[in-house]
């Protein structure tokens, strides 16, 4: 499976952005998706998850109710839109693949994961 992330960049403060990850390959054997995010300095923290059968979601408590995950699975893409972006969401933004089921961590370990995207950069400026 190989993914492709994109839709990073520079927004203010309070400003919007969505996120994309394009999967090919051997995309019938994932089974849920998430996002990450790396700060300069800091350790890949979980952002958001997406079963692709159940469509179930899970979010971290500091985007939840700013931030929705979702996917196309006909396209094979999942997204991740970004509203009331703050100063501290600025990191780079991860997408992964598990070719498991959701365990009781709901899709929140690096470990979870199989595969990863490349990454793409989101500044937010104050």
């Known amino acids: 499976v190989q993914l492709q992330a994109s839709g990073g960049g520079l927004v203010q403060a309070g400003g919007s952005l969505r996120l994309s990850c394009a999967a090919s390959?051997?995309?019938?054997?994932?089974?849920?998706m998430g996002w990450f995010r790396q700060a300069p300095g800091k350790e890949r923290d979980f952002v958001a998850a997406i079963g692709r059968r159940s469509g179930s979601t899970y979010y971290a408590d500091s985007v939840k109710a700013r931030f929705t995950i979702s996917t196309d699975n006909a396209k094979n893409t999942v997204y991740l839109q970004m509203n009331s972006l703050k100063p501290e969401d600025t990191a780079v933004y991860y997408c992964a693949t598990s070719l498991a089921p959701f365990t009781l961590s709901y899709g929140s370990f690096v470990s979870e994961y199989n595969y990863w995207g490349q990454g793409t950069l989101v500044t937010v400026s104050s």
């Open positions: 390959g051997r995309t019938f054997s994932s089974y849920h």
